[in-house]
């Protein structure tokens, strides 16, 4: 049973094309990420959604739209690819969002996304 | 801001030799800390965290203490193996922040037998 599953683990496309990456989880958590690791492996958090509301969103270009239908999925949409969009997307989910708590977050095995 | 810091890879060592793998962080408040293994090919696994100063995490022979002093959470393990070879995180959490993890850029550990 996997915890954190992530829709395709590969994704080649052209640039200009509209793509969705698709994340669900099954360990009943209501907090969801996406993060993007870039070619250096430098990973960087884009999206949170707590119970379907999203919590944070950090400097991304809007042809990058989060969608959480319910609080087990979240998919990742981008509109008008680029080349510097190719990097992995990694979905994670933790329970609550307390900072202090030393929550562990489950990470999914990555979406490598490759822009040509 | 908050931020980490972690030494450069990639690190090479022997089977058998000693690791270390320092990081730094700089946060306001008191960050919970983390460390991440990511395999070839995989998502992130946690390996081991420390939420408050002078806690010590631990996992598969792996150790970190939280040091407050020197704002410091260095990974240290006494003998590698060759299924060690990983790229390494250090990350933390603080308070008001969603949980959202500030990552290191990563150490990539390469063993050799």
């Known amino acids: 049973d996997t915890a954190v599953s992530q829709t395709p683990k590969y994704l080649v496309t052209q640039m200009g094309n509209d793509k969705s990456i698709k994340c669900e989880q099954n360990?009943?958590?209501?907090?969801m990420y996406w993060y993007k690791q870039d070619s250096k492996k430098f990973l960087k958090i884009m999206f949170s959604?707590?119970?379907?509301?999203?919590?944070i969103n950090e400097t991304v270009p809007n042809r990058f739209s989060p969608k959480s239908p319910d609080k087990a999925h979240l998919n990742l949409h981008i509109n008008s690819l680029e080349l510097g969009d190719s990097a992995v997307y990694f979905c994670?989910?933790?329970?609550?969002?307390?900072?202090?708590?030393?929550?562990?977050?489950?990470f999914g095995q990555g979406t490598r996304l490759t822009v040509v | 801001g908050n931020s980490v810091t972690q030494m450069e890879g990639p690190v090479t060592l022997s089977e058998e030799a000693f690791l270390t793998i320092n990081c730094t962080y700089t946060?306001?408040?008191?960050?919970?800390l983390f460390w991440y293994v990511q395999y070839p090919g995989e998502g992130l696994q946690l390996l081991l965290k420390?939420?408050?100063?002078?806690d010590k995490g631990s996992n598969k022979g792996f150790e970190a203490t939280y040091r407050k002093e020197t704002t410091s959470f260095h990974l240290e393990k006494g003998s590698v193996q060759v299924s060690d070879s990983a790229v390494y995180f250090c990350?933390?959490?603080?308070?008001?922040?969603?949980?959202?993890?500030?990552f290191g850029a990563g150490t990539r550990l390469a063993v050799h037998p």
């Open positions: 946060a306001t408040g008191y960050p919970s």
């Open positions: 994670a989910s933790s329970q609550g969002t307390g900072g202090r708590s030393g929550t562990e977050a489950f």
């Open positions: 420390a939420t408050k100063a002078d």
């Open positions: 360990l009943g958590h209501d907090t």
């Open positions: 959604y707590n119970n379907k509301e999203l919590i």
């Open positions: 990350a933390l959490t603080f308070s008001g922040g969603y949980n959202k993890l500030i």
